[in-house]
């Protein structure tokens, strides 16, 4: 009978729990969606966004990286403004926008992650750390900001790939719920288009002024 009632219990408390997160998805896409629509400047909106999910959904740290198809790299545009990751950044030696990955370096989980449009995940920190650090480095990363798992996930539009989403978590991948890893693949859809609204605006905007400096040569001529 005991047996049976702690069974019970048990079922009960992840029934809870899992109720709590998809509660708490829908609160958080909510915030997204409002982050969408408030914004079109894409490294505001960007770093709206790794802020929400982190203070939301109690991560540890969260990067945007989006490719720069002209130049061939991935370039952070948002990260986690923790003291712990900021820290982490001085201990680099470098600046956010200075972690900038080549397309075709294929150590990089992240360049993994875009290659094959597939979630990654590692327990490493140097998979989406590598070139810019040595082993020894990550692992004083990891100590200092207590990242037990980092997933990347493309953030894919079509036949697109816009760059990816890295969350750090302070538990192993194997310790997530079924509830949270839906949560995570429901939020990343929505991330993607938002970013692509932000990016087609300001494709839009660079065209535009494009457009006006020849009509002002036009006239001058």
């Keep these: 009978m005991d047996d049976n009632v702690k069974h019970v219990n048990e079922e009960i408390y992840k029934k809870n729990f899992e109720l709590a997160i998809k509660n708490k998805t829908l609160s958080v896409l909510r915030r997204l969606y409002d ?10 909106i960007a ?11 109690n991560f540890s740290a969260a990067i945007i990286a989006l490719v720069d198809v002209k130049k061939q790299v991935l370039r952070p545009v948002a990260i986690t403004r923790s003291p712990e990751i900021l820290q982490s950044l001085a201990e680099m030696g470098k ?20 290659d094959t449009k597939e979630r990654q995940i590692t ?3 140097l998979d989406i750390l590598d070139p810019h650090v040595t082993q020894e480095m990550a692992d004083k990363i990891e100590n200092l900001t207590k990242i037990k798992t980092i997933v990347v996930y493309p953030l894919i539009l079509g036949k697109k790939v816009l ?20 949560t995570l693949e429901e939020l990343i859809s929505i991330v993607a288009i938002s970013l692509d609204r932000a990016s087609l605006h300001k494709e839009l905007e660079i065209a535009n002024d494009h457009l006006r400096e020849l009509d002002k040569m036009k006239d001058e001529f």
């Design 35 to 44: 982050i969408a629509i408030s914004s079109l400047d894409i490294t505001e």
């Design 95 to 114: 600046s956010l926008s200075e972690v900038v990955t080549p397309l075709n370096f294929k150590n990089n989980l992240s360049i993994v992650a875009i």
């Design 163 to 182: 760059g990816v989403f890295i969350v750090g978590l302070a538990k192993r991948a194997d310790d997530l719920s079924l509830a949270e890893k839906q």
């Design 123 to 125: 327990a490493n920190l």
């Design 47 to 57: 770093q709206k966004i790794v802020d929400t999910i982190v203070m939301e959904l």
